[in-house]
């Protein structure tokens, strides 16, 4: 998928890159604005760290390389897992919305977050 996507995507001014979304290494801090994501939901596949560690990380990994005012939209399909990490995060985020969907006939949430620093 990875090579596919590179190649539909060769001669766009955006670039592929293969990575972790715990451990975001190639980022640089404060250098991203926006980031869309459909992390894994703890439903269909396991995590290597329980849920909620995972969803403290990647939103720590997240603050790093987001800049000032920078913007996540993350689709959850365990919300309560997901706010449990996002209070972890000690008033990091500002939740600028939240919207419940449905998505192949499963409850998810659409989650829109600013960073606060
Ligand atoms: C809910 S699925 C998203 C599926 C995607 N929206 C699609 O249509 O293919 C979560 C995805 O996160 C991937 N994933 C799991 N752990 C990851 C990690 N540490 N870093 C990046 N991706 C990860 C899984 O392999 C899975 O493809």
């Known amino acids: 998928m990875f090579e596919q996507l590179k190649k539909r995507l060769k001669n766009k001014k955006m670039r592929v890159m293969h990575g972790d979304a715990l451990s975001l290494d190639k980022i640089p801090d404060n250098s991203i604005s926006k980031i869309i994501t459909d992390p894994p939901w703890g439903i269909f596949q396991k995590t290597t760290l329980s849920l909620v560690d995972f969803y403290f990380k990647m939103l720590k990994e997240f603050l790093r390389v987001l800049k000032k005012n920078g913007m996540a939209v993350i689709l959850i399909g365990q919300p309560e897992i997901f706010e449990d990490a996002m209070e972890k995060c000690s008033g990091d985020w500002d939740v600028l919305g939240k919207y419940r969907i449905l998505v192949s ?10 960073v606060m620093h």
């Open 105 to 114: 006939g499963q409850k998810a949430v659409l989650y829109k977050l600013r």
